[in-house]
């Protein structure tokens, strides 16, 4: 026989491989409807994809992944880009803007209680990790999640500058090749509140910046509520405060009920039973 006569591997499904081996009997699919076939072991087994968590920062680095994150186009960039940090301050009692033709700067200011010169790298940092209180669905607009890196992003995309101005002074921001903030020193601090420059390429349609400033947010000091989670959602965000102990979750909802348990040791029963807690228990 030649060498290009040769029979099929056993191990590639010859036909002499399908006659001989046995084949896997099927089996009654489990309660979740998912199944997996292990070819190790001939066998059909439950299957529940692993979580698996995916740094998408260099998505924020190119022009295209900019644009799909922001969910704009690129003209509109400098727009967006204003109106975010606009939706921010804006959940402040006294924030507003102003553009400054002489310097060519957009100026966001509020009389918040102000962010110190760690929180300023932090949340001004294409690199973090997307972080959002509106996770806990809670009243109010901007609340630093996506939004505030798109801004800092375009501004790195678009040849701009951005300089913050807080308690612990003011601070010049530039975002370098692989995203890094870097800050340098630009003036003394602000006695109340935050105040943001940004001078950015490109045209800011200001009736866009008009209308997110037409009625004046305030942050929602108080809890968060269980009815405004389904399950699914629940379970999403008690993943995600598995760090938590059932008391320290429940607080968060103005509860005081719970084990000093870390909710990563919860069953999924105990996970649905302190949904229903939550949401029946007074605060």
């Not at 996770?135 to 995309?157: M, P, S, Y």
């Not at 108080?222 to 959602?233: C, E, K, L, R, Y």
């Not at 993943?239 to 059932?246: A, F, S, V």
Request: glycine share 10%.
């Amino acid at each position: 026989m030649s060498a290009t006569q040769q029979k099929a591997p056993a191990a590639l499904g010859g036909a002499s491989a399908g006659r001989n081996q046995e084949r896997p009997k099927p089996t009654t699919p489990p309660a979740n409807g998912k199944r997996i076939f292990d070819p190790a072991t001939t066998a059909i087994k439950d299957h529940r994809p692993a979580e698996i968590e995916v740094s998408d920062t260099e998505e924020f680095l190119t022009a295209d992944g900019l644009t799909r994150k922001a969910g704009c186009t690129w003209f509109q960039l400098p727009t967006l880009c204003i109106k975010e940090i606009v939706d921010n301050s804006f959940d402040y009692p006294g924030a507003s803007y102003g553009y400054d033709e002489e310097t060519d700067e957009h100026i966001i200011t509020d009389e918040g209680p102000g962010i110190s010169k760690e929180d300023i790298r932090r949340l001004f940092n294409i690199r973090r990790p997307m972080t959002s209180t509106k996770r806990w669905r809670r009243a109010g607009r901007g609340a630093l999640g996506n939004g505030l890196r798109v801004a800092c992003a375009a501004v790195r995309a678009l040849h701009g500058q951005m300089t913050v101005a807080s308690r612990d002074g003011a601070f010049r921001l530039t975002f370098d090749e692989i995203g890094e903030t870097v800050m340098e020193p630009a003036g003394p601090p602000r006695d109340t509140g935050t105040e943001i420059r940004v001078r950015i390429d490109g045209k800011v349609d200001e009736d866009v910046i008009a209308d997110s400033t037409l009625v004046p947010g305030s942050i929602h000091d108080g809890p968060s509520n269980a009815w405004a989670f389904g399950m699914m959602a629940f379970r999403n965000i008690t993943r995600q405060c598995n760090h938590l102990t059932e008391r320290q979750f429940a607080a968060q909802f103005g509860v005081g009920i719970g084990r000093d348990i870390p909710l990563a040791k919860v069953p999924d029963e105990g996970i649905k039973k302190l949904h229903g807690q939550l949401k029946y228990k007074p605060p």
